[in-house]
């Protein structure tokens, strides 16, 4: 019987190192190229090794704006900061993958003085997010992330993962994937539509706003305070404006910030409001064009930065 069973260890061991070496071979294209955090949506790729940098940005789409359509290094330039962003956009981010890349960043050896966590109110209420099982469907195939994941808080882990693995092979990985960035974002909103706002808060949430996802999102954002604690990391969690102001479930998310801040120490910024029916400063309702950032970055970005670092 042990015999037997060393057997089965034995096949699923050479099976699975089988799977691994045909899906690296499959992504040598791919993962070859040049990436950095403006040219790429993923972020396996772009986590170096032992490297300090002066922040790390989390959060969904809009922490990603910071990085996207090169204005990472309008940003970097404006604070004088090296950062690096784990923002996950396209509907495949959400807090527990963001606590997972955080890990894998630690666990590469890399260190930070900051976390500026950039909330949006989905992440907290939409369960599709949790659920969607193309949420690491294009990171680079490394096993210390397959671990991380493995043994990480995300939910539907196994579609997560099978699809992780199973990209690899797919023509698009092998053949198109590679980096691609706009030199600036220069789109402008033509108008204020609130049948088009309460449209994308109808997509943003499918099921309205489901609390039981919001009280198991509450405690992986805990953890993820409480492992930039452990580490010896601050963290500041910003909301960014939009034209419309704020999303379903803010005050909500405002009253678990103002908890978070009384045990743990955390700042909380709100900038929802700040910049209401400035179209010219926007690509749609929600999303800061470069211009955007870029005025953003200097009127309130940099202010909590220089203040926190002369405390």
Do not use: C
Not at 28 to 51: A, D, G, L, M
Not at 81 to 107: C, E, T, W
Not at 144 to 162: A, H, M, R, S
Not at 164 to 181: A, I, L, M, N, T
């Amino acid at each position: 019987m042990v015999r037997f069973l060393l057997k089965i260890a034995l096949f699923l061991i050479l099976l699975i190192g089988l799977i691994y070496s045909a899906a690296k071979v499959a992504s040598r294209n791919p993962e070859n190229k040049e990436y950095h955090n403006f040219n790429v949506e993923e972020n396996v790729i772009i986590t170096p090794k032992n490297e300090h940098f002066d922040f790390v940005m989390l959060g969904l789409s809009h922490a990603r704006n910071f990085s996207r359509h090169s204005n990472h290094q309008r940003v970097e330039k404006i604070l004088d900061r090296k950062f690096i962003n784990f923002g996950k956009g396209g509907g495949k981010g959400n807090i527990a993958n963001q606590l997972v890349y955080l890990k894998y960043f630690l666990s590469r050896g890399n260190t930070t003085d900051h976390i500026y966590y950039v909330l949006s109110m989905p992440m907290f209420f939409a369960e599709r997010l949790d659920e969607n099982a193309f949420t690491y469907q294009h990171e680079k195939l490394d096993p210390l992330f397959f671990y991380q994941v493995l043994t990480g808080p995300d939910i539907n882990k196994g579609e997560k993962l099978y699809t992780y693995v199973r990209s690899k092979f797919d023509e698009r990985w092998r053949k198109k994937y590679g980096p691609w960035s706009e030199k600036k974002r220069e789109k402008v909103l033509e108008k204020i539509d609130s049948t088009e706002i309460n449209r994308g808060f109808k997509l943003a949430y499918v099921n309205g706003l489901e609390f039981d996802t919001f009280e198991k999102n509450k405690k992986l954002m805990r953890k993820t305070v409480e492992l930039a604690k452990k580490n010896d990391i601050e963290i500041t969690f910003i909301v960014t404006p939009s034209t419309f102001g704020e999303w379903p479930g803010h005050k909500h998310v405002m009253d678990f910030m103002d908890k978070l801040h009384k045990k743990y120490g955390t700042e909380i910024h709100d900038f929802s409001r700040v910049y209401l029916g400035q179209k010219n400063l926007f690509y749609d309702h929600h999303h800061l064009n470069s211009d955007g950032v870029v005025i953003f970055t200097k009127e309130y970005l940099k202010p909590i930065i220089t203040k926190q670092k002369l405390k």
